[in-house]
């Protein structure tokens, strides 16, 4: 029998990522439909950590065939998987861990499909490419997924080397899940707040009003309020501005207490440096409303920039001022004292949250929609986050390669023989290599012993060819660098190893799941790992 208000069994499950990224997040997660191209190891660790939360479903393409190379480092394999088709095998035991997750595979390449049925790409949440795909693979690909707004995830795993490379056109984030969200309007306090601080006031300083214990049990927003007053009365109406001045209100608030050991007083003496800011519209949000799909809305607008535009429209009516969070920190006070206040932020958040819908549903009219576009829920969410949102607009494949990877971020960073960038030449060396032997043998530099020198060779003047098309002066001096990090890959072979494998697994599941939830905030572009040094990188090209 089921006790009311008792956690489901899914709940029970999925405890712990459900206070990560709520309900929502998982619904999300619940519905992708993931893409694996190939069933590496750091592409099954992947997916390994996709199944577990719950993803929806996903689906592996590859067209090899289990080999022993294959049982060392891929521990989703055994025995029993020599000889048929990794995909099959990779897909079996995935779906054991999670029995809601539906698995499918596909034996084919990735290449085939492309050809044969390009359109079913874009019936994907999100796509991963692993393994050893030539280029012209994957820029198809990014051609297909970037203008759909399909994030594609390019990781190559080699040896101790790896990079992941986020190929998206745009994402809005609203619950970048900042440490707090709190906004307690000490400068600019709404009416209700003033007033508790007006009925408050008379009694603070008053022994006679008040005992030692209510004294060291006010809420401590109440003492910086009614501190506030009394500074600028004698300072021109003008709260503390500067570090010098903060100071000086602190001896101030210091100067108010009955006792030395009042934890309210000190509270709000920490408070000050923190929460003694002017209102303003923080950059990133300044941002998203400057935007042009913020300002020129259409019927075809996505939510975000509805909401978005709203908000802005509110903070013009109100001085600047974005929709107040109505979170309240935890404090030392009385139950009754904290709770009248609490609910003094949560009427002003109601409010302001009821002005916004408002704004909404008119915005919606004049679009020529219904209104019942967009829940309450949503523009809650935005609302109480309105000074966090971050808006990701990110390079295709095709512009980076085709383009120009913004040479100065490789030029900067040539010089210096320990950066990541050399990684990063490496393995696009490597990459062009594999693309190079395509149509021949199709085995990565350094598989073979008698060829490493050549391979060797190979690689380098891919990474001149490289450096050479973006116009970036090069030397054996500025080189170094590139030729260890080379080295380093081709001594790998093309193999996986696999406790990198599996970190890069844990990695890029991470990133995917920030981008299908909309939550926290992901990688931008690029990032490069040597798991030599324990060094990770991140680049914009």
């Not at 029993?80 to 595979?105: D, H, M, Y």
């Not at 609910?343 to 009821?354: E, P, V, W």
């Not at 990541?420 to 021949?440: C, D, P, Q, V, W």
């Amino acid at each position: 029998m089921s006790v009311p208000g008792a956690p489901t069994a899914k709940e029970k499950k999925y405890d712990r990522q459900l206070r990560l990224w709520g309900a929502g997040g998982q619904e999300a997660l619940e519905t992708a439909h993931i893409l694996l191209i190939n069933a590496t190891a750091a592409g099954s660790e992947t997916l390994k950590n996709l199944v577990l939360p719950g993803i929806g479903r996903f689906t592996i393409v590859d067209h090899a065939v289990v080999t022993d190379e294959d049982l060392g480092t891929n521990f989703f394999l055994d025995d029993s998987s020599i000889g048929l088709p990794r995909a099959q095998k990779t897909c079996e035991l995935l779906c054991e861990l999670n029995p809601e997750v539906q698995g499918n595979f596909i034996s084919d390449t990735i290449e085939n499909i492309l050809k044969s049925d390009p359109e079913k790409i874009k019936d994907f949440t999100t796509v991963i490419a692993t393994g050893d795909i030539p280029t012209s693979t994957l820029l198809a690909l990014d051609a297909i997924l970037y203008p759909l707004d399909i994030p594609l995830f390019v990781v190559k795993c080699v040896g101790f080397t790896v990079s992941c490379r986020l190929a998206l056109a745009e994402h809005a984030i609203v619950e970048t899940h900042p440490a707090s969200t709190v906004d307690l309007r000490l400068f600019n306090p709404f009416p209700e707040l003033s007033a508790l601080v007006e009925e408050k006031a008379s009694s603070m300083d008053d022994k006679e009003k008040m005992t030692t214990h209510e004294h060291g049990h006010l809420p401590y927003v109440l003492i910086l309020l009614q501190a506030l007053n009394d500074w600028k009365s004698t300072h021109d109406n003008a709260p503390p501005s500067n570090y010098s001045q903060k100071n000086e209100f602190k001896k101030l608030l210091r100067s108010k207490m009955w006792n030395v050991d009042e934890e309210n007083f000190e509270e709000a003496i920490a408070a000050v440096l923190p929460h003694f800011n002017p209102p303003s519209i923080p950059t990133d949000t300044k941002a998203v409303f400057q935007d042009d799909k913020c300002q020129n809305l259409t019927k075809d607008s996505a939510k975000f920039w509805i909401i978005a535009r709203a908000i802005k429209e509110f903070t013009e009516k109100n001085d600047g001022l974005l929709p107040l969070p109505g979170a309240l920190p935890d404090m030392k006070a009385e139950s009754k004292d904290y709770i009248r206040l609490q609910n003094i932020y949560k009427t002003k958040a109601r409010a302001d949250l009821a002005a916004v819908v408002g704004i909404v549903q008119e915005l919606l009219k004049g679009l020529g929609l219904d209104g019942g576009e967009i829940a309450e829920s949503e523009v809650e969410t935005f609302c109480k986050h309105a000074a966090y949102v971050k808006l990701i607009r990110g390079r295709s494949l095709n512009e980076e390669y085709e383009g120009s990877p913004r040479a100065r971020v490789i030029s900067s960073d040539l010089s210096d023989a320990t950066s990541l960038i050399h990684y990063y030449l490496g393995l696009r060396a490597y990459e062009a290599f594999i693309s190079e032997e395509k149509n021949t043998q199709h085995i990565a530099p350094g598989a073979e012993d008698s060829t490493v020198e050549a391979d060797t060779e190979k690689l380098n003047k891919h990474v001149t060819e490289l450096l050479d098309k973006l116009s970036i002066t090069h030397s054996p001096e500025l080189l170094e660098g590139t030729e260890k990090a080379i080295g380093e890959i081709v001594r790998a072979g093309g193999g996986e190893l696999h406790n990198i494998a599996s970190l890069t697994g844990g990695v890029v599941a991470q990133e995917v799941i920030k981008v299908i939830t909309k939550q926290y905030i992901p990688m931008n572009n690029t990032v490069v790992f040597d798991g030599i040094s324990s060094r990770t990188q991140v680049y914009q090209f």
